[in-house]
């Protein structure tokens, strides 16, 4: 079994023992390599300024996303490269977005800066050009308080595409591919004065560890607990990171029952989601869009977003609605859960405590079937939801067949509303069982009041929703039952 974390920085191998596991990225970054470009100010995984590029072993190469190094810790990145706004430049001189940010005065207090150009630089890693939105897109996780953000936009594109050299070609992939595929087949333990952090390679030795530590913070992308943990709301004793498990990663479609459905595995980050499901399911290729930064969705997972429990999760309400399946694997086996089954109570699963999540069975809407996913918060993109709702019907000419109507920001846990799903089986698709529909939602759920929105406000959306599903659909009705 291994003792360090094995890391390339720019190029260069590192290996990380003892304390240096057991912190975010950027302290290594910082404090022991001089990589000072790399900037921190939430320690949240909310300002972009800490954005470096992680190359991460992907059919025999490397493949390079920009995440919030502030919310990595090091036992997450094993057998990762990391690139920093230093390790951009070409031959010591400023690549060609680099002169582009000092030539259109893209930087004042310039600490913003460097996640800037590392996050642009990815988006340029293809060597095209891009339009004004598709920067903007790729700038969500990257805030500015003083520059400005058009003198930034007009760096972007003013950028020749053509000059600007990939990141496989500053550092060839050859000597990293070996040393990661070589080293990944090898679990690792690392302790440091009472914590303890392991990486394991396959199912079995993930459920191994959970079993003789059950305890243990099971670790995917780590950008919910990394913050906890960065603001001391918890404390780590033991880590274990599903960076390098087998078996976890890939989605795959498949028809069961008359129905299409895609299975997503547990290491699949929402990214990778969101790419998979244009196209596919647009409603809930837009939920994943606005989850978070593009810095967030590169690490987090649609697994730790459901093992999270947070009754104002973005996915869970379309997994409820669509009665999606997850699939646990522990000593005895593995089983599906029903999503409608999944929660016991405020973040409390019904998992048994060696099981882990390995995949989610995710159904597709099929024919005869409107959806809609909503989700309200105070702003579109880097926002916490206040509300969340999933609505499903099916119709069987203009009477409703069946119904699923999941609510999040209203009870402890994101529920399906069993009573307005009632009022609307058997009845007309009309304004009037709609109206009907609200005023069961308002008297079903029981919202607190918190900082992101009081009781009576989310009780007013939850009356709200069932009417703007019926305004929304009522024309495209029309096209799905002709």
Request: proline share 4%.
């Amino acid at each position: 079994m291994r003792d360090y974390i094995l890391l390339f920085i720019n190029g260069r191998e590192h290996r990380l023992r003892g304390e240096d596991a057991f912190a975010p990225i950027t302290d290594y970054l910082r404090y022991q390599t001089g990589l000072c470009g790399t900037k921190v100010v939430c320690s949240e995984g909310d300002c972009g300024a800490c954005s470096v590029l992680v190359g991460d072993l992907e059919g025999g190469k490397l493949r390079y996303r920009p995440v919030n190094a502030c919310i990595q810790y090091a036992y997450q990145l094993d057998c990762r490269h990391i690139v920093t706004v230093e390790g951009l430049k070409v031959d010591g001189v400023l690549n060609p977005l680099q002169e582009s940010m000092v030539d259109c005065h893209g930087a004042q207090c310039g600490y913003c800066t460097p996640g800037f150009v590392v996050a642009m630089s990815y988006l340029f890693d293809e060597g095209k050009s891009l339009a004004e939105n598709e920067i903007k897109d790729g700038l969500t996780g990257n805030l500015c308080r003083c520059t400005g953000y058009r003198a930034i936009i007009e760096a972007g594109l003013s950028v020749d595409a053509a000059a600007f050299k990939p990141v496989c070609e500053l550092y060839p992939d050859e000597p990293m591919v070996n040393a990661f595929s070589s080293c990944r087949e090898e679990p690792v333990a690392v302790h440091f004065e009472g914590k303890s952090a392991y990486v394991p390679v396959t199912v079995e030795q993930t459920i191994e560890f959970r079993q003789e530590h059950p305890e243990a913070l099971l670790v995917a992308g780590g950008t919910d607990v990394s913050v906890n943990l960065n603001k001391g709301r918890v404390e780590l004793s033991t880590a274990i990171s599903l960076a390098n498990v087998k078996g976890l990663s890939g989605i795959e479609r498949k028809s069961h029952g008359g129905r299409d459905y895609v299975v997503v595995g547990a290491s699949v980050t929402l990214k990778e989601l969101e790419e998979y499901m244009a196209g596919l399911e647009p409603e809930f290729d837009y939920i994943l869009w606005v989850f978070g930064s593009p810095q967030i969705r590169n690490a987090g997972t649609l697994a730790g977003n459901i093992a999270n429990g947070s009754p104002i999760a973005d996915t869970t309400p379309y997994l409820l609605a669509m009665d999606a399946e997850v699939e646990v694997q522990g000593r005895e086996g593995s089983r599906r859960i029903s999503f409608n089954e999944l929660y016991t109570g405020y973040k409390k699963l019904s998992l048994k405590p060696d099981e882990i999540i390995i995949r989610i069975h995710v159904p597709l809407p099929g024919e005869g079937e409107l959806l809609r996913l909503y989700k309200v918060s105070r702003r579109q993109h880097l926002d916490i939801s206040a509300f969340t709702a999933a609505i499903k019907i099916e119709l069987d000419g203009d009477l409703i067949k069946s119904a699923s109507v999941a609510y999040g920001g209203v009870a402890e846990v994101v529920k399906r509303l069993d009573a307005v799903e009632g009022v609307l089986v058997g009845q007309s698709f009309s304004l009037a069982t709609f109206r009907q529909a609200a005023e069961m939602a308002r008297k079903q759920v029981d919202p607190i009041s918190d900082v992101r929105g009081s009781r009576d406000y989310r009780r007013q959306l939850a009356e709200n929703i069932m009417l703007k599903f019926y305004y929304e659909t009522a024309d495209e009705r029309e096209l799905v039952c002709p």
